[in-house]
């Protein structure tokens, strides 16, 4: 029986291994196949892992009903109520994405730091900033420092703690740690609302404009950040579509860069009426680094979009 045990367990853990490295290579199919193989040798992460897949595929609806399936089968699983809260949360159920992580709080062996820091960024999202500051309070490990300090800052803003909130996220920006993927993804968000408690606090518009700008360059391309640039000034025109744009930059002779190639090609999105108008908005972001010639190099059109504000929507790596 000990045996039969052992080999029922390297099982597991083989196939569970084996999921977890077709993941991280975004092979998702194979992860639903060794998910079923998972799930028929009764290992825990079976259904965790086939939501992971469903949520990579973009099939939030699959990844929902497979976690359903995990808390009932494995309810003692922290990690199953857990990813279970956050599959409902992509899925804007506020109350029973809040239940499921209450749930995982009650399971044994529970990282609750985790559950607790997640419970405060979803009430961020549905402004429940007062509940947000009272879970992180109950949050320590020093693992989860940039989460914590990043939510901190989006809850004092939203209470209104605006020089508290400020001081925070300064620093954060200040603090850059060497290549932090926590700290990567949250950066964009502090600088964001960094931005936005400098105008409340009385800075001008071309002044958190520069700010933001600087962000980019330091931080590399945010969605929140070119969000706020475009919120500086919202413009909006019934004939305006989506366009992504190559364009082709020439640096100039005694330009830094020049010690690597001669120019570069880079990739923005911009809603705009036209390239040409698309060019000009491309020209602002690269002018700052000094470039001598800018021209489009390939251009197609996404889709109509006459309800979102023009501007830039996504920067590319610059390729040299």
């Known amino acids: 029986m000990i045996v039969a045990e052992d080999i029922a367990k390297k099982r597991i853990k083989k196939l569970t291994d084996k999921g977890i490295d077709f993941f991280e290579?975004?092979?998702?199919?194979?992860?639903?196949?060794?998910?079923?193989?998972?799930?028929e040798a009764k290992g825990a992460l079976a259904f965790y892992l086939?939501?992971?897949?469903?949520?990579?595929?973009?099939?939030?609806?699959?990844?929902?009903?497979?976690?359903?399936?995990?808390?009932?089968?494995?309810?003692?699983?922290?990690?199953?109520?857990?990813?279970?809260?956050?599959?409902?949360a992509?899925?804007?159920?506020?109350?029973?994405?809040?239940?499921?992580?209450?749930?995982?709080?009650?399971?044994p062996l529970v990282d609750a730091d985790l559950v607790r820091l997640?419970?405060?960024?979803?009430?961020?999202?549905?402004?429940?900033?007062?509940?947000?500051?009272?879970?992180?309070?109950?949050v320590h490990n020093p693992f989860y420092r940039w989460g914590i300090v990043g939510t901190r800052v989006?809850?004092?803003?939203?209470?209104?703690?605006?020089?508290?909130?400020?001081?925070?996220?300064?620093?954060?920006?200040?603090?850059?740690?060497?290549?932090?993927?926590?700290?990567?993804k949250r950066v964009g968000f502090i600088a964001a609302a960094l931005a936005r408690i400098r105008l409340r606090q009385g800075s001008s518009?071309?002044?958190?404009?520069?700010?933001?700008?600087?962000?980019?360059?330091?931080?590399?391309?945010?969605?929140?950040?070119?969000?706020?640039?475009?919120?500086l000034n919202p413009c909006y025109h019934k004939e305006a579509k989506y366009l992504r744009i190559v364009v082709g930059a020439t640096l100039p002779v005694g330009h830094l860069w020049r010690r690597e190639a001669g120019g570069y090609h880079v990739?923005?999105?911009?809603?705009?009426?036209?390239?040409?108008?698309?060019?000009?908005?491309?020209?602002?972001?690269?002018?700052?680094?000094?470039?001598?010639?800018?021209?489009?190099?390939?251009s197609k059109v996404v889709e109509e979009r006459p309800e979102d504000p023009l501007g830039v929507y996504w920067i590319t790596e610059r390729v040299f």
Request: with cysteine.
């Open 50 to 88: 086939a939501a992971q897949a469903y949520a990579g595929l973009n099939d939030m609806k699959s990844a929902v009903a497979q976690m359903r399936r995990g808390v009932l089968m494995a309810p003692h699983i922290w990690m199953n109520w857990f990813y279970f809260g956050v599959c409902l």
């Open 267 to 298: 990739m923005y999105d911009v809603v705009a009426v036209s390239t040409s108008e698309a060019l000009t908005m491309i020209r602002d972001f690269e002018s700052r680094i000094g470039v001598e010639i800018l021209e489009i190099v390939d």
């Open 25 to 39: 290579k975004g092979k998702y199919q194979e992860v639903l196949q060794i998910a079923d193989d998972l799930e």
């Open 118 to 138: 997640n419970m405060g960024i979803l009430s961020i999202k549905y402004r429940k900033y007062e509940s947000a500051l009272t879970l992180l309070e109950e």
């Open 205 to 231: 518009a071309e002044e958190t404009r520069s700010f933001l700008m600087q962000c980019l360059e330091e931080h590399g391309c945010s969605r929140e950040i070119l969000q706020e640039i475009r919120n």
């Open 154 to 184: 989006l809850a004092l803003e939203g209470v209104g703690s605006l020089v508290e909130a400020a001081a925070l996220a300064e620093g954060f920006l200040r603090d850059r740690p060497e290549s932090d993927e926590e700290y990567s």
């Open 90 to 107: 992509d899925c804007e159920r506020y109350e029973d994405a809040l239940a499921a992580y209450q749930q995982a709080l009650l399971c």
